[in-house]
């Protein structure tokens, strides 16, 4: 019997993701059976097809597809022990292959095969796509956090000004950043409040080389939460620096041995 427990999948850009948090999210979904997991967005990094690579030898890498198997793998695993529903949102990396075949081979837009359902593989691990927005309890949203509003370097707050703009309590990823904020409006203790909830992120920090001087104003963790009547309780976890994280008192993850690769 699944749980009234939603578990938020942070980007996790594979091939750049942390392999020991990565599989420590599978553990805990596995042990936990949550009613939904929803993959917040930049699930896949998409590298070949950004628009900084173009002209570089990155684009001519062959990699794409690499990193679609990699997906495809951490799919299975996942479903081969959780039946529960999945929600997919699609980040700004991954919407780096659409713009690349509107830019660059727009007689190739329409097939249906080159569309992110297809190369996900959705259908075939019955994961759902989560659309732009994806209300998941009352009065709650998850979105992958690009689609307007000011970014922030301040946890939470991000999530927050998209939560002002829609009405709705937002959960959001995008920003790497881990938190939870809230704005009240109203007076004589009538008030009406909306929350931000930003999930962090899975990378290997170390493979991030786009970030100059590897001065990042990240955390690695994931938010979770339970639906209660009428809205939802969430909970930010922050991973250790090893990747592995504790919950509920329990370890989840196997840390790496000295000097061995993530």
Known sequence: MKSDEVVFIPDLQIMHHDTIFTDALIEYVIDRQPGQVIFIGDTVDCTAPA?????????????LQGEFDSWAEYALRLRA????RVYVHYGNHEER???????????LVSL??????????????????????HEFAPGWLSTHGHLGGKLSSISGNTALGIAKETGHSVVCGHTHRLGITSRSTGYNGNL??????????G??????????????NWQKGFACGTIIPGGFQPEIV?????????KDGKLYGKPARPNSAQ
């Not at 022990?81 to 529960?84: E, L, M, R």
């Not at 009406?192 to 992120?201: I, K």
């Not at 922050?238 to 504790?246: E, L, M, P, Q, V």
């Open 81 to 84: 022990s959780y039946d529960g």
């Open 112 to 133: 249906r095969a080159l569309g992110l359902r297809e190369l996900m593989r959705l259908d075939e691990f019955g994961f759902d796509e989560a659309g732009s927005f």
């Open 192 to 201: 009406s409040t909306v929350h931000g909830v930003e999930v962090g992120h």
């Open 238 to 246: 922050k991973a250790n620096s090893d990747g592995t994280f504790y």
């Open 97 to 107: 292959i659409n713009k690349y075949l509107a830019n660059y081979a727009p007689a």
């Open 203 to 216: 990378m290997n920090e170390l493979k991030a080389s786009y970030m100059s001087g590897g001065i990042m």
């Open 51 to 63: 628009r900084w690579n173009k002209g570089s030898a990155e684009e001519f890498s062959g990699t």
